[in-house]
């Protein structure tokens, strides 16, 4: 049986993922074999000795010690992606907030006199309502900032609004390049981006390299009359050079997911108090993504999404599993077989991956290995943690 300590609320939808008579779900355990949490802060004290793995039911990991976990060997698992679609169905919404004057003829409605008779109130609706005219998005050029879940995501709701979708992402990965439709025109560098774009779409997260990435020298690109949507983090935008750009007519709105006292009361800025991820199916995408990861780490040892270990997975093959991390260092595997070997276990199949200062390793047996056979390799220097497992788990 393994014990998991929940924080926060978890959807229910996740905790069926683990079922009743493998794992026990608690917010009391003192020394729990997992956490599953949502934003709850992390400490290290609350990392106890026993601790194996780490899942946070979300995309960021900063309320999580990772360096610390890595040290002690507890994987950390997060849930890239999960929340996507929500992310997505809001930027579509930015995109079309920025073409047409919907808030602010909404809000022309809402502020109209209702003391008014009905000829003078329809004619009130109609003399104004020119103010709010816009363009549509078909025909006109999208420019995503990120081409990982969410830019990918959007990029193909813009092409299925027919516009003309351009992109930019010096680092994209295999997984994401594969995901994006071919049709997307891949820009080789922010600027020429940002030269063609009518709306642009930030999607990169907030790192050292990412922080102000729209600023005055990178607005200065911008083609006039740009809207600017930022569902992204808030710090990816200097604010001060947006209100400039908006005022030089350069950018012509700015819709976005961070409000900021410098955007408060601003024509031009449309401000969501952070809703990106909040739909009832992003959090429940999150917690069953959550959930299976443990699931499949705690019985069977395999990783997947883990932002501090490599991913790993190896289909169970005869029932008996030991699983190790270790300091990647040379040796140590050989030294695990010629202990394995000793004691006349024979190992049927194996994989061995690393990952920064990381290694991590999943051996089936042919037989079960006791539990002396497992003190003797977690003495063995640089192996941090050695696990035996009944692999015929289902
Ligand atoms: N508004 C919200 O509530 C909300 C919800 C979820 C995610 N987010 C934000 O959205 C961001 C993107 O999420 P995701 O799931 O698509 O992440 P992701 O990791 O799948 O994709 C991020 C992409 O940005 C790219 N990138 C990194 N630096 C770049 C740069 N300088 N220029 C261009 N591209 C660069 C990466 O290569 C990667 O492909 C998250 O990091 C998070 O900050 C916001």
Redesign the pocket.
Known sequence: MFTIRTYNHISPLGLQSLPEHTFSISEQYETPDALLLRSHTLTESDCTANLLAIARAG??TNNVPIEHCSKQGIVVFNT??A??N??KELVITALLLGCRGIAEGMHYVQQLDREENDADFAQQVEANKKAFKGVELKGKTLGV???????ASVASSGLDLGMNVIG??????VD?AWRLPSSVTRMES?ESLLQHADFITL?????P??IG?LNAATLAKVKPGAVVVN???GEIVDNHALLDAIEQGVISKYIH?FPAPELQQRDKVISMP?????TIEAEQNCAVMAAEQLREFLALGNITNSVNFPSTALPPSTGHRITLCNHNVPGVLSNVLSILADHQINVSDMINKSRDNIAYNILDTECIVEQDVLDAIVELDAVMKVRYLDASYE
């Open positions: 995309a960021g890239p992606g929340n996507a929500a992310v900032v990120g081409l990982g879940a969410i830019g930019f992402d010096p680092a994209i990965s994401a922010l999607h990169v997260p907030a790192l390299q990412t990435l569902f992204a983090r997911d952070h809703l990106g991820a909040s």
